[in-house]
């Protein structure tokens, strides 16, 4: 651009010399042929034969005498006193040498830089001069150079501009894209751990996508490209169908949901069952286009095939046995019986009736008539029946039920014709001998009244010890099951949320379904405290707590605790205060007695409303250390007080969220304490705040197993 502004520059004064020749070569024809000529000397007689473009862009036109005395000018001024070769500045040539000179570059008297022509006239005139300054010449193309410059500084703003918003945006999508791969790998781990994948399912193409979490499930290696419909088929169970039936069977239907179950064979070469759910999305200008998510089902399967197998094996088993039998669950529904029982009602053998009603299965059967029926009293105030009943065939039937642990009830039914007849010739034996032997058989029924209750009280036993035997286990198994069967969807449940929550693969459109994940996932974590506190207390309970004592800070146990729970006193704006303390050591286990300080802390921020005011403190005395957490919630009822720290107690105060909690977090940390051979206190009154003070002693009286355990004995607890 520079290069081309000196060349126009040049260009410029080229052409304003050019036309400067011209114009007085013009000027001087003019003034020789017309009426100025004859009239020397008259400026305004000028102005009028000259056309006024002579003097555009500031020229000048002068006229002098033949002694060089200048005698007219244009544009019209005062005349100078002064010859045409003085107002021309000295050392120039123009007048001397007139027309052979051409248009020359000179510098003004005052300094100007100038272009200038001299033309001779016809006397009595001498010549005509026409001047343009310089900085008349160049005043177009310096305002083309301006405009040009500032053209220029504007496209260099204007691409430096772009240039940067550039770098930003692509900064950014490598923010983005680098925070989508951190997603996906968290979604993989995550689907991993859940046993299940994602895969994608090109129709038109016949291309398949997996996840890295399903080739993981199926233990495959990873591939980088799209399977095809052969590859997929070869793994599938020859039985279960393949992909080309299924997509014709698809796009026939023309349904939107796919649920299918399957059978793959993994990389060990083993079966694997598969529950797979997509949806079909139809929007894609490429074709149909399924998106879903696969469950590796086969602990499923194989447990339903054991607990067919047991089913069948307790079938046999039942229809094996001489006495008829037939359960019922708690709604009157039949739950199993075996052909005996069938055939004493008179119904069909080969006819299913589990699942039918007591009313159903009566309404069907052709009941015996029963003659004579005789209770037989096992226990006083019992829901139990026993009793035997004559039909009118003649036979004779004991009949035993039972009620079941869910409401249920089992019934026995034994045919005892043949001891009833017995009975009857033993009885006319004993009729026969009744003068005889009433005394001996008055002795004989008061022992076997007496055997007999010693029978039902021994049964009763068994059966009490039975039945809290059954529970203990009940309990054990229930609680053991609680952490997979419990935590293993919350934990699913509160990781989906979270992904909804922060519309990782897209909005979900109302803001209200934003809200409702955040309340599905607070819920979940909710639920997952309330289960952990729940397994802790039982475990605290089953007294299998192990304490691993050392020495340490009591100080840092309390930071650290205050650190935790740090966000919910932010949240609520709570004023949180540690006073100042030297340092104490205490011997205990440090994690449970930070444990305690969590749980204690967390109820008292959880019960202090906004910008209230939670502290903790320590008092080391000679016998004890005494920690104080204090807030300054609504306070307790005195009449709370002795019911607190026992597991489920709860006040009947709401909280904001409306989540109550376990109740067991007291009876947790009262536990704990106590293991450390230690106590716990509370002292409140309504509007006054709460304090709770765990003194644990200055030489601990140790509960459990003591600092020669080792620690992996500690861990484990």
Same mark, same amino acid.
């Given at each position: 651009?520079?290069?081309?502004?000196?060349?126009?520059?040049?260009?410029?004064?080229?052409?304003?010399?050019?036309?400067?020749?011209?114009?007085?070569?013009?000027?001087?024809?003019?003034?020789?042929?017309?009426?100025?000529?004859?009239?020397?000397?008259?400026?305004?007689?000028?102005?009028?034969?000259?056309?006024?473009?002579?003097?555009?862009?500031?020229?000048?036109?002068?006229?002098?005498?033949?002694?060089?005395?200048?005698?007219?000018?244009?544009?019209?001024?005062?005349?100078?006193?002064?010859?045409?070769?003085?107002?021309?500045?000295?050392?120039?040539?123009?007048?001397?040498?007139?027309?052979?000179?051409?248009?020359?570059?000179?510098?003004?008297?005052?300094?100007?830089?100038?272009?200038?022509?001299?033309?001779?006239?016809?006397?009595?005139?001498?010549?005509?001069?026409?001047?343009?300054?310089?900085?008349?010449?160049?005043?177009?193309?310096?305002?083309?150079? $301006?405009?040009?410059?500032?053209?220029?500084?504007?496209?260099?703003?204007?691409?430096?501009?772009?240039?940067?918003?550039? #770098? $930003?945006?692509?900064?950014?999508?490598?923010?983005?894209?680098?925070?989508?791969?951190?997603?996906?790998?968290?979604?993989?781990?995550?689907?991993?751990?859940?046993?299940?994948?994602? $895969?994608?399912?090109?129709?038109?193409?016949?291309?398949?996508?997996?996840?890295?979490?399903?080739?993981?499930?199926?233990?495959?290696?990873?591939?980088?490209?799209?399977?095809?419909?052969?590859?997929?088929?070869?793994?599938?169970?020859?039985?279960?169908?393949?992909?080309?039936?299924?997509?014709?069977?698809?796009?026939?239907?023309?349904?939107?949901?796919?649920?299918?179950?399957?059978?793959?064979?993994?990389?060990?070469?083993?079966?694997? $069952?598969?529950?797979?759910?997509?949806?079909?999305?139809?929007?894609?200008?490429?074709?149909?286009?399924?998106?879903?998510?696969?469950?590796?089902?086969?602990?499923? *399967?194989?447990?339903?095939?054991?607990?067919?197998?047991?089913?069948?094996?307790?079938?046999?088993?039942?229809?094996?046995?001489?006495?008829?039998?037939?359960?019922?669950?708690?709604?009157?529904?039949? %739950?199993?019986?075996?052909?005996?029982?069938?055939?004493?009602?008179?119904?069909?053998?080969?006819?299913?009736?589990?699942?039918?009603?007591?009313?159903? %299965?009566?309404?069907?059967?052709?009941?015996?008539?029963?003659?004579?029926?005789?209770?037989?009293?096992?226990?006083?105030?019992?829901?139990?029946?026993?009793?035997?009943?004559?039909?009118?065939?003649?036979?004779?039937?004991?009949?035993?039920?039972?009620?079941?642990?869910?409401?249920?009830?089992?019934?026995?039914?034994?045919?005892?014709?043949?001891? *009833?007849?017995?009975?009857?010739?033993?009885?006319?034996?004993?009729?026969?001998?009744?003068?005889?032997?009433?005394?001996?058989?008055?002795?004989?029924?008061?022992?076997?009244?007496?055997?007999?209750?010693?029978?039902?009280?021994?049964?009763?036993?068994?059966?009490?010890?039975?039945?809290?035997?059954?529970?203990?286990?009940?309990?054990?198994?229930?609680?053991?099951?609680?952490?997979?069967?419990?935590?293993?969807?919350?934990?699913?449940?509160?990781?989906?949320?979270?992904?909804?929550?922060?519309?990782?693969?897209?909005?979900?459109?109302?803001?209200?379904?934003?809200?409702?994940?955040?309340?599905?996932?607070?819920?979940?974590?909710?639920?997952?405290?309330?289960?952990?506190?729940?397994?802790?207390?039982?475990?605290?309970?089953?007294?299998?707590?192990?304490?691993?004592?050392?020495?340490?800070?009591?100080?840092?146990?309390?930071?650290?605790?205050? *650190?935790?729970?740090?966000?919910?006193?932010?949240?609520?704006?709570?004023?949180?205060?540690?006073?100042?303390?030297? #340092?104490?050591?205490?011997?205990?286990?440090?994690?449970?007695?930070?444990?305690?300080?969590?749980?204690?802390?967390?109820?008292?921020?959880?019960?202090?409303?906004?910008?209230?005011?939670?502290?903790?403190?320590?008092?080391?005395?000679?016998?004890?250390?005494?920690?104080?957490?204090?807030?300054?919630?609504?306070?307790?009822?005195?009449?709370?007080?002795?019911?607190?720290?026992?597991?489920?107690?709860?006040?009947?105060?709401?909280?904001?969220?409306?989540?109550?909690?376990?109740?067991?977090?007291?009876?947790?940390?009262?536990?704990?304490?106590?293991?450390?051979?230690?106590?716990?206190?509370?002292?409140?009154?309504?509007?006054?705040?709460?304090?709770?003070?765990?003194?644990?002693?200055?030489?601990?009286?140790?509960?459990?197993?003591?600092?020669?355990?080792?620690?992996?004995?500690?861990?484990?607890?």
């Amino acid at each position: 651009a520079g290069i081309v502004s000196i060349q126009q520059r040049a260009d410029t004064i080229a052409d304003a010399m050019s036309d400067i020749e011209i114009v007085a070569l013009a000027v001087a024809s003019e003034i020789n042929v017309s009426a100025a000529a004859r009239v020397p000397g008259h400026s305004h007689v000028l102005e009028k034969e000259l056309p006024g473009r002579v003097v555009a862009r500031g020229r000048q036109v002068a006229i002098s005498d033949k002694d060089g005395r200048i005698i007219g000018m244009l544009p019209v001024r005062q005349l100078p006193e002064q010859d045409l070769a003085s107002l021309l500045g000295p050392g120039q040539i123009l007048t001397t040498f007139g027309e052979k000179a051409g248009a020359m570059r000179l510098t003004l008297p005052d300094g100007r830089e100038a272009i200038a022509a001299v033309r001779n006239l016809r006397e009595p005139l001498g010549q005509v001069a026409v001047v343009q300054p310089m900085d008349a010449v160049l005043a177009e193309w310096s305002g083309q150079t $301006w405009r040009l410059a500032i053209m220029i500084g504007f496209a260099v703003v204007l691409m430096g501009g772009i240039a940067t918003a550039y #770098l $930003w945006q692509a900064g950014r999508a490598r923010d983005a894209a680098n925070q989508c791969d951190r997603i996906g790998q968290r979604m993989d781990s995550a689907l991993s751990h859940g046993k299940c994948g994602l $895969w994608e399912w090109d129709i038109a193409r016949g291309r398949l996508h997996f996840s890295q979490s399903m080739y993981d499930m199926l233990g495959l290696p990873v591939r980088q490209e799209a399977l095809s419909i052969g590859d997929v088929n070869a793994l599938l169970h020859p039985q279960d169908g393949d992909l080309n039936a299924m997509a014709a069977m698809l796009l026939a239907n023309q349904l939107d949901v796919v649920d299918h179950l399957f059978r793959i064979r993994n990389a060990a070469g083993d079966w694997m $069952w598969i529950h797979a759910r997509a949806e079909l999305d139809s929007t894609r200008t490429s074709g149909p286009y399924l998106m879903g998510i696969a469950l590796d089902i086969t602990e499923q *399967k194989l447990l339903e095939e054991q607990t067919r197998t047991a089913d069948a094996r307790l079938a046999a088993a039942i229809d094996t046995i001489s006495e008829a039998f037939v359960l019922w669950d708690c709604e009157n529904r039949l %739950v199993v019986c075996n052909s005996k029982f069938l055939n004493f009602l008179s119904l069909p053998v080969e006819a299913d009736y589990k699942g039918m009603h007591y009313d159903s %299965v009566m309404d069907r059967a052709v009941l015996p008539q029963v003659e004579t029926e005789v209770a037989v009293k096992d226990r006083p105030n019992s829901k139990d029946r026993n009793y035997t009943a004559q039909l009118s065939d003649g036979r004779w039937l004991q009949i035993n039920e039972r009620r079941t642990a869910d409401g249920g009830y089992v019934s026995v039914g034994t045919d005892i014709t043949t001891l *009833k007849r017995h009975e009857e010739k033993l009885m006319d034996s004993e009729r026969r001998l009744i003068g005889t032997i009433a005394d001996l058989r008055r002795s004989r029924q008061t022992l076997e009244v007496q055997a007999r209750q010693l029978a039902e009280l021994a049964e009763l036993y068994l059966e009490q010890k039975a039945e809290a035997e059954l529970a203990s286990q009940a309990k054990s198994a229930f609680l053991g099951n609680m952490s997979h069967e419990l935590r293993t969807p919350l934990n699913a449940i509160i990781g989906f949320s979270e992904v909804m929550e922060r519309q990782t693969f897209g909005a979900l459109g109302s803001e209200k379904y934003v809200d409702y994940t955040t309340h599905i996932r607070e819920c979940g974590e909710h639920l997952l405290g309330i289960i952990g506190d729940v397994l802790e207390m039982s475990t605290l309970e089953a007294g299998k707590v192990d304490l691993f004592h050392t020495q340490f800070d009591l100080g840092d146990a309390i930071r650290a605790s205050v *650190k935790k729970i740090e966000a919910s006193v932010l949240e609520k704006q709570i004023k949180l205060t540690v006073e100042p303390h030297a #340092l104490v050591s205490v011997c205990a286990d440090r994690v449970a007695i930070e444990k305690v300080l969590v749980k204690l802390l967390r109820n008292a921020a959880k019960f202090t409303p906004e910008q209230g005011r939670v502290g903790i403190r320590i008092e080391d005395t000679s016998t004890a250390v005494n920690i104080y957490v204090e807030d300054s919630g609504p306070g307790i009822d005195a009449d709370y007080l002795d019911r607190l720290g026992k597991p489920f107690e709860q006040i009947n105060s709401p909280l904001q969220n409306g989540l109550k909690g376990s109740g067991l977090g007291l009876a947790i940390a009262r536990s704990i304490t106590e293991l450390h051979g230690g106590k716990l206190h509370i002292s409140s009154s309504i509007g006054m705040g709460t304090t709770v003070c765990i003194s644990l002693p200055a030489r601990p009286k140790i509960s459990g197993n003591t600092d020669s355990q080792k620690e992996a004995g500690h861990k484990a607890a």
